[in-house]
């Protein structure tokens, strides 16, 4: 408890944005978070008031970060399950519970317990040999999908293998490696949605407006919210779903089941226990944004409302160019804001490189179409000083 406040004291493990963005809900709320991060540099670790250095992977470091906390919660799911047990065992509050976050953290051990709770998914098997990948191959036709079982995202640790003469030129290099693998059928899909709920220890749920997410090379670049043309029967069924996945794996914070929407219905793609991208919109067109939804949760404090503050909203993200532009982000930022003044802009303090996520943009409207246009060109702009549709900067 922090004396100063009376408040209880949340502590986040990972300074990325994740943490910067829920330092931003956590001021409102008066809560002093506290921050776990491996540099000062850190996206959090800029703006967050009490930063501790130390790495995720360093049990002491992790131990004397929790003595100052009352419940320690996370921004990514990389500390090692190991780690989690022992300071569950030593009688520290980790929200989400390592068993729970345990499924997030191993893709094979995620399928596994999906399927004996009978929540649709692809076709999946573990990989030991090459001759695994090749046997599901045949039995359920190329191309497949490789997947690193842990580690992976953003498109990273995912391998899409069309013949059993690529599977025989990869596998046994990452088997090597110790990468532990499995390999799963290629969905035939109309779009990928997200169904974002929250759960807290009392055991209330709540569960956003399902989202489509668009990517590109494995990275998410947009998310409309909510997701164009779903029926209402598919939103029940997606954020009834989630709710129960998040029941009973015991979630306590934030869950996102990212789905694929197939002709036969929906099959549930990934999960994460976090505040996750697809869920930035909220900060902008929801009633209570993902970041205060989870530290309401963690905290067991009563969840916020989710509903949209407008018909539509759009989320693009900030991706870094092959070639950093001259122009500085500053006055980046003059010429965005004076072609949209209504664009809110989410900046996360990282060095620009290619691809790298720097940053978001969130438009809110009418007309779902024109405020795609209007994210994707401030986005664009955003990460390469140029507007897409030839506007001429005077």
Same mark, same amino acid.
């Given at each position: 408890m922090d004396k100063r406040?009376?408040?209880?004291?949340v502590g986040m493990v990972g300074g990325g944005q994740l943490a910067r963005m829920t330092h931003q809900a956590a001021i409102s709320l008066g809560q002093s978070l506290r921050v776990l991060a491996a540099g000062e540099n850190e996206s959090a670790g800029l703006v967050a008031g009490e930063v501790v250095q130390g790495h995720h992977t360093d049990l002491d470091a992790l131990r004397a970060f929790a003595k100052d906390v009352d419940v320690l919660t996370f921004d990514h799911e990389h500390v090692p399950g190991e780690h989690l047990l022992t300071l569950a065992m030593e009688g520290f509050v980790l929200r989400p519970a390592p068993d729970a976050l345990g499924v997030?953290?191993?893709?094979?051990? @995620?399928?596994?317990? @999906?399927?004996?709770?009978?929540?649709?998914?692809? &076709?999946?098997?573990?990989?030991?040999?090459?001759?695994?990948?090749v046997a599901f191959g045949a039995a359920h036709a190329w191309p497949v999908v490789l997947k690193a079982a842990r580690g992976g995202y953003d498109g990273k640790g995912v391998w899409m293998l069309d013949t059993a003469q690529q599977a025989r030129e990869l596998v046994p290099e990452l088997?090597?490696?110790?990468?532990?693998?499995?390999?799963?059928?290629?969905? &035939?899909?109309?779009?990928?949605?997200?169904?974002?709920?929250?759960?807290?220890?009392?055991?209330?749920?709540a569960a956003y407006p399902v989202v489509e997410t668009v990517q590109s090379a494995g990275i998410n670049t947009e998310v409309l919210a909510p997701a164009p043309g779903l029926s209402a029967a598919r939103t029940q069924e997606a954020q009834d779903l989630a709710l129960r996945i998040a029941a009973t794996l015991k979630v306590t914070g934030l869950l996102a089941v990212e789905l694929f929407?197939?002709?036969?219905?929906?099959?549930?793609?990934?999960?994460?226990?976090?505040?996750?991208?697809?869920?930035?919109?909220? @900060?902008?067109?929801?009633?209570?944004?993902q970041f205060e939804q989870h530290l309401r949760a963690v905290l067991d404090y009563p969840l916020g409302r989710t509903d949209l503050l407008a018909p539509a909203c759009v989320m693009a993200n900030v991706l870094g160019a092959e070639v950093a532009p001259e122009m500085s982000p500053d006055e980046r930022?003059?010429?965005?804001?004076?072609?949209?003044?209504?664009?809110?802009?989410?900046?996360?303090?990282?060095?620009?490189?290619?691809?790298?996520k720097l940053g978001h943009v969130n438009m809110l409207g009418e007309d779902m179409e024109a405020l795609r246009d209007q994210a994707l060109l401030a986005a664009h702009w955003l990460s390469h000083a140029v507007w897409l549709d030839g506007h001429e900067i005077h």
């Amino acid at each position: 408890m922090d004396k100063r406040t009376g408040l209880p004291v949340v502590g986040m493990v990972g300074g990325g944005q994740l943490a910067r963005m829920t330092h931003q809900a956590a001021i409102s709320l008066g809560q002093s978070l506290r921050v776990l991060a491996a540099g000062e540099n850190e996206s959090a670790g800029l703006v967050a008031g009490e930063v501790v250095q130390g790495h995720h992977t360093d049990l002491d470091a992790l131990r004397a970060f929790a003595k100052d906390v009352d419940v320690l919660t996370f921004d990514h799911e990389h500390v090692p399950g190991e780690h989690l047990l022992t300071l569950a065992m030593e009688g520290f509050v980790l929200r989400p519970a390592p068993d729970a976050l345990g499924v997030a953290q191993n893709k094979l051990v @995620m399928r596994e317990l @999906m399927a004996g709770l009978d929540v649709p998914g692809p &076709a999946f098997a573990e990989v030991s040999t090459v001759d695994d990948v090749v046997a599901f191959g045949a039995a359920h036709a190329w191309p497949v999908v490789l997947k690193a079982a842990r580690g992976g995202y953003d498109g990273k640790g995912v391998w899409m293998l069309d013949t059993a003469q690529q599977a025989r030129e990869l596998v046994p290099e990452l088997l090597a490696a110790g990468t532990p693998l499995l390999v799963e059928e290629k969905v &035939a899909m109309r779009r990928e949605l997200s169904a974002l709920v929250a759960r807290s220890p009392f055991g209330q749920g709540a569960a956003y407006p399902v989202v489509e997410t668009v990517q590109s090379a494995g990275i998410n670049t947009e998310v409309l919210a909510p997701a164009p043309g779903l029926s209402a029967a598919r939103t029940q069924e997606a954020q009834d779903l989630a709710l129960r996945i998040a029941a009973t794996l015991k979630v306590t914070g934030l869950l996102a089941v990212e789905l694929f929407e197939t002709e036969d219905g929906l099959l549930v793609n990934e999960l994460a226990m976090r505040p996750h991208n697809s869920g930035h919109w909220t @900060m902008d067109g929801a009633r209570t944004s993902q970041f205060e939804q989870h530290l309401r949760a963690v905290l067991d404090y009563p969840l916020g409302r989710t509903d949209l503050l407008a018909p539509a909203c759009v989320m693009a993200n900030v991706l870094g160019a092959e070639v950093a532009p001259e122009m500085s982000p500053d006055e980046r930022l003059h010429h965005l804001f004076a072609r949209f003044p209504d664009v809110k802009v989410h900046l996360y303090g990282k060095e620009e490189r290619p691809g790298r996520k720097l940053g978001h943009v969130n438009m809110l409207g009418e007309d779902m179409e024109a405020l795609r246009d209007q994210a994707l060109l401030a986005a664009h702009w955003l990460s390469h000083a140029v507007w897409l549709d030839g506007h001429e900067i005077h």
